[in-house]
C-alpha cells in the first residue's frame, strides 16, 4: 500500500488534506464539490478546479473539441450542483510536442463552445509541454451564502431525487472501449452521454432558489457514490426504492447480458444532480425542475436499494482514479 | 509551423485566444498576468493559474516539497505584481503511479508550506493519475478595483524599477543542469534562488497601495520579456541604464566566462517584480518597497539597454515552453 496505484484517488486526497491548515471559518468544508471565500455582503465567490487527462478521461472517438468541451462541463457541473452560477473559467493547458495547429485551434474552440454554452467566458490559462494531453479548468462563480447548496444538510425523512436517469455513460463507454456493436438509434444515444455530457446548470440554479433543497451533489463518480457522499457528509443513510436506470442503458444491459442495476449505481461519469428534498416543498421543487424521485432518507446510516421486493446495499463505489483499468 | 514544438508559447496562446469570446468589459484584457470579474462595491475577484510539468518546470535537485511550493509561489507572484492579496488556493495533481504515499505527502506539505507563507490557504483540488507530475494550482484574490495594478499603464518620462537583481535563478540553473562546480557559499545562493523561489508579495501590496506604480508585471519569463510585455501593453519603449545584475550572478558568469547582461536579461523563472513609475511618486515608491532604478520609459517603441555608453537592443526573448530545450 505504498505507491499511488494501489492508494486510489480518494486515499490520496485524504493524505494532502491531512498536511493542509484549514482555513478558519471556511464556508464551504474541505471535501464538498467545491470551494468558496466569504467576499462580504453575504456573498461567496466560489471555485473549482477539475483536471481531464488524456490517458484517463479521454476515451476513444472523443476529439479534442469534445475533450476541451467536457473540461469545462465537468467544473461548470460541480458549480451548478451547489446552485452557483459560473462567470468565468480559466484552463491551463498540457500539450505533447506532437500536436498540430489544428489540435490546439479544436482545444480552443472547445473550450469556448462549453463555457458559452452555459454563457459563462474563458478569461485565462496557461499553457505547457506535458507527455500527455492535460485540460485543467478552474470555474469561477458568485453566489449568495445562504442559498448555496452543499452536500451536508440531509434529513431523514426527506425525499432522494435525480435530475435524470443513469447508465447511459457507462454503456456509452463500453462501446466504445469493447467495440461492441448495437443499433444505431441506441448508440447514438450512449455515445453521446460520453462525447457530449452536459451539466444541470439550468436545474441546479433553480433548485438553489427553491429553499426546498437540504444537500446536493453532482454524479461525476456514480449515483452509489454520490449517495455515499451524501450519507458521509449529512449522517444519514438511503433507501433507494426506484432507481433511475435510463431506458437506453436497460435495453443495452439486457442484449449485452449485463445487469442494469449496476449500470445504473456504479457507472460514473455522469452528470446527473442528486439531491435531498424537504418533503414540504417536494412540489416546489419539481416545479423548479424536472426530478425522479428515486427514495427517501434514513435515520439509520445505511444505504440500500430495493428491487423487486430485496433490500441490497449500495457499495461505496464508482469512478475512482488510479483503481480503475 | 504545424507542430507546437515549432510554435513556441506564446504563438500557441494566441491561436487559442483566437477561437475565445471575450467577456463583455473584462476587468483585465487577455494577456496581462491574470484575470479579474467584477464582483461589485467597486472590488474585483482576481484568479489566476499556472501549471508546473515535471518534466519542464522540475530541475534536478528540486525536492517534491519544493516543487509543490514552487506551483504554488508561480500564482502567488503573479498576483503580487498586480498588488492583490491571495486569499486561497485550489491545486490539481496529476501523480505518476509509481509515485509513493511519501511522495504524496511531500506534495501536500509544499503546497501547504507555499500557501502559508504569504498567509494564503488551499482549499481543495483534484488528483488525477498522469504520465508525468503536474501540479496546477490556481490562485484567488480580491482587489479594489482602482488598486489593480496592470501591464498598461506606463507612460514616457516614468521611472522603470524592479524588486530585486537579476541572473541569480538562470545561474542556479545552470549549475544543476550542467552539474558545474562553483564555491559552496556561491552555489548556495545560485541553487537556492532556483529551488526556494519568493515571490514579491509584500512589495506589491505595498506598491499598490502608493498610486505611484504606472505598470506592473512579475518576471517569470525573465527581464527581457517582462519589459517586452509592458512594452506592448502600454505602447511605449525603455532605455535601461542601470542592468540590476546580482553580485552572485556576475561572480559566476566571470568565473565561467559567460556574458553577465545575458544572465541579467534573458534567464526566466525570476519572480522579481517590474515597475513603472510615475516620477513625482518615485519617493514614496521607493519608501513603500525596495526599489532598483534600471532606467526610465521612452516614447519612442524601442527597448535599448546602455552598458559601457553602447546602446543594444533588448530582445524579446526568455524562458518560452516548447521552444527551451
Excluded at 47 to 74: E, F, H, N, W
Excluded at 276 to 287: M, Q, R
Amino acid at each position: 500500500m505504498n505507491l499511488v496505484k494501489e492508494l486510489g484517488e480518494h486515499k490520496i486526497i485524504e493524505i494532502i488534506l491531512r498536511c493542509l491548515e484549514p482555513m478558519p471559518k471556511m464556508p464551504v468544508p474541505f471535501g464538498d464539490d467545491v470551494s468558496a471565500v466569504d467576499i462580504g455582503h453575504g456573498k461567496l465567490a466560489v471555485i473549482k478546479t477539475d483536471m481531464l487527462v488524456g490517458k484517463t478521461d479521454v476515451p476513444p472517438d472523443m476529439s479534442l473539441r469534445q475533450a476541451a468541451r467536457k473540461a469545462v462541463v465537468m467544473n461548470i457541473s460541480d458549480l451548478a450542483a451547489k446552485g452557483v452560477k459560473p462567470i468565468a473559467l480559466l484552463a491551463s493547458i498540457g500539450l505533447p510536442r506532437s500536436f498540430t495547429k489544428t489540435d490546439v485551434k479544436q482545444i480552443g474552440k472547445g473550450l469556448n463552445a462549453g463555457a458559452r454554452e452555459y454563457s459563462a467566458y474563458i478569461l485565462g490559462g496557461d499553457t505547457n509541454e506535458a507527455s500527455d494531453l492535460i485540460i485543467n479548468c478552474t470555474a469561477l462563480g458568485i453566489i449568495e451564502r445562504e442559498r448555496l447548496m452543499l452536500r451536508s444538510g440531509a434529513k431523514p425523512g426527506d425525499i432522494v431525487a435525480t435530475t435524470g436517469s443513469f447508465g447511459k455513460t457507462v454503456a456509452g463507454l463500453k462501446i466504445l472501449l469493447q467495440h461492441l456493436s448495437v443499433s444505431s438509434k441506441l448508440r447514438k444515444t450512449l455515445v453521446d452521454a460520453v462525447l457530449s455530457p452536459r451539466a444541470r446548470l439550468k436545474e441546479g440554479l433553480a433548485l438553489a432558489q427553491t429553499g426546498a433543497i437540504t444537500a446536493s451533489i453532482d454524479s461525476s463518480d456514480g449515483l452509489a457514490w454520490s449517495l455515499h457522499e451524501i450519507s458521509k457528509a449529512s449522517n444519514v443513510g438511503f433507501l433507494i426504492d426506484n432507481l433511475p436506470v435510463a431506458d437506453e442503458a436497460r435495453k443495452f444491459a439486457e442484449k449485452r447480458g449485463l445487469d442494469p442495476v449496476e449500470l445504473c449505481l456504479y457507472g460514473g461519469e455522469e452528470y446527473e444532480l442528486v439531491v435531498t428534498v424537504k418533503p414540504k416543498l417536494w412540489e416546489k421543487a419539481e416545479k423548479a425542475a424536472s426530478l425522479i424521485k428515486i427514495g427517501l432518507v434514513t435515520k439509520e446510516r445505511t444505504l440500500l436499494v430495493e428491487e423487486k421486493g430485496k433490500r441490497i446495499p449500495i457499495e461505496p463505489r464508482g469512478w475512482e482514479h488510479f483503481k480503475t483499468n
